[in-house]
């Protein structure tokens, strides 16, 4: 059965959760609060989330992030395009991508000499400045796509026009064969290099080193949000496509919004309460102002906040968050 969302809650429905110990304040005042505690425990926790699809067209790289009524877009948690994950970037990591020519370079496949033979570099040749590279297993790249060459042994210029860390472009004969071209005589046959990686790079289109990234037309292998309210792909997509880009959005309510989601009345009714008393109490010279209570609101809003932050980062399992350490 497919997941239909909730129907959404009137501000009106949280009012039993503060105005016992707010009295004297206005429904006005309380419901402002509590609207106010909302966005703050959805900008924090991301627990309203929600799944949408976008239809894309041809070169057109920016798209309107969907949103439901009286809510505005937190951030992108996982984004795919015609059924690939696509990953978030940012302005200055393109700039420098497209700066060396080798565009994004996501998903690289390692091939290596000390790697395990279904994996491994077969030979690596040189005549003159022309590089002859065979894999035992089919490489995946195209003519025209970059990839770099990484490990000891790779002759004397390693640093300038050798090929130790640089991004080269490739031509094909076959599967399992490619040719390039290094930038200067290297004294010595390469073929006795020790523990060489092979970095082919799965763009759809081959980058000049001159290209822009706002220029780029291929399949799109990552986002950057303009803004709040918006996506962009990388690189402009070449195709139109129904329904091309699937993603997972976490929203807050909007400063005027009338309702809210059903998830937060009834998993966090009473925390959302707490925020708005927190707030609500704070205020100095009013009927109600109490800034020792605040202080003790503030302290369970915020207890509230970081247990439904981990709650929503393991997805409301009861599975347990490990992080792998440097070895």
């Known amino acids: 059965m497919a997941y239909t969302p909730a ?3 009137p501000l009106a429905d949280w009012l039993p959760y503060v105005k016992p110990w707010a009295l004297g304040a206005s429904d006005l005042a309380m419901t402002t609060q509590i609207r106010l505690a909302a966005i703050e425990f959805c900008e924090e926790t991301k627990v309203w989330k929600d799944y949408k699809t976008v239809d894309i067209l041809a070169n ?3 798209y309107a992030i969907p949103v439901p009524t009286d809510a505005s877009s937190v951030d992108i948690t996982e984004a795919y395009y ?3 994950e696509i990953r978030p970037t940012n302005i200055d990591e393109l700039k420098q991508a497209y700066a060396d020519g080798r565009g994004l370079s996501w ?4 091939y290596a000499l000390s790697n395990t033979p279904g994996y491994s570099i077969a030979s690596l040749t040189l005549v003159g400045t022309t590089a002859t590279l065979v894999t035992t297993v089919a490489h995946g790249l195209v003519a025209g796509q ?4 990484t490990g000891v042994g790779l002759g004397p210029n390693d640093t300038n026009g050798g090929w130790n860390n640089v991004w080269l472009t490739v031509t094909v004969p076959n599967s399992t064969t490619l040719t390039f071209t290094v930038g200067n005589p290297l004294l010595s046959s390469p073929a006795n290099v020790l523990n060489a990686i092979f970095s082919p790079v799965p763009n759809t289109t081959p980058v000049s080193p001159s290209s822009q990234w706002f220029d780029d037309v291929g399949e799109p292998v990552a986002f950057l949000q ?3 309210d918006s996506f962009q792909l990388v690189p402009k997509p070449a195709t139109s496509l129904v329904q091309g880009v699937k993603m997972r959005v976490s929203y807050k309510p909007t400063k005027t919004a009338a309702t809210l989601p059903d998830i937060l009345f009834s998993s966090y009714a009473e925390d959302i309460g707490h925020g708005a008393l927190a707030k609500l109490l704070a205020i100095p010279k009013m009927a109600y102002s109490n800034p020792e209570l605040a202080v003790y609101y503030q302290g369970l809003f915020d207890a509230a906040i970081g247990k439904s932050k981990v709650d929503a980062a393991k997805g409301f399992t009861r599975s347990v968050i490990r992080v792998r350490g440097h070895r």
């Open 146 to 149: 970059y990839f770099s060459l």
């Open 82 to 84: 015609n059924g690939h």
């Open 7 to 9: 129907a959404a809650r």
């Open 226 to 228: 303009p803004d709040q």
């Open 60 to 62: 057109d790289p920016v």
């Open 107 to 110: 998903g690289e496949v390692s």
